[in-house]
């Protein structure tokens, strides 16, 4: 698996932002832990009293909870991830725009801190959560139906 964005070590306590970073000084978010980190394998980091940051590739596996890693970070800026595929294959929904906000507005209560970001976008819903394995996506068609909600994965599998 395959998880891209800031990492922040304040004071210890690693965490990968997938979502939105705050805009402080130092940055902060509210991030899946990380396991295995270290400043050593990496470069491109700035750092701040106790909080030290960058934005890296991370490859490795999650269960739930935290991210474990398994192989060296890559910087943010030299990592050609592959294409994700418009799980729509380009095809409009038919979900009217007053309806889709108040969808979007349903499943972002739902799934509370899970969901990283929604928006409405031709027709539907699209929502981005830290994993899916299918099991969100089956919950939201069952509850909307089938094409309303296109959930995705900010954490990607590999290969």
Known sequence: MTAAGMVIDAAGDVEICLGIVMESYPPQCVGVPVDGWTWDQVE???SSGEVRWGSY???GTYDGERF???DPPILLALYDPMPIED???GVDGHTDDRDLSLIQDEVFAWLGTDALTAWPERGYVWMQ???DDGTLQ????TAYRKGVVI???AIRTVG
């Open 44 to 46: 491109g980091s700035e």
């Open 57 to 59: 590739a991370a490859q």
């Open 68 to 70: 474990m890693l398994t």
């Open 87 to 89: 799980p729509t294959r």
């Open 129 to 131: 959560v830290v994993w």
């Open 138 to 141: 089956d919950a939201v068609d």
């Open 151 to 153: 959930v995705t994965s």
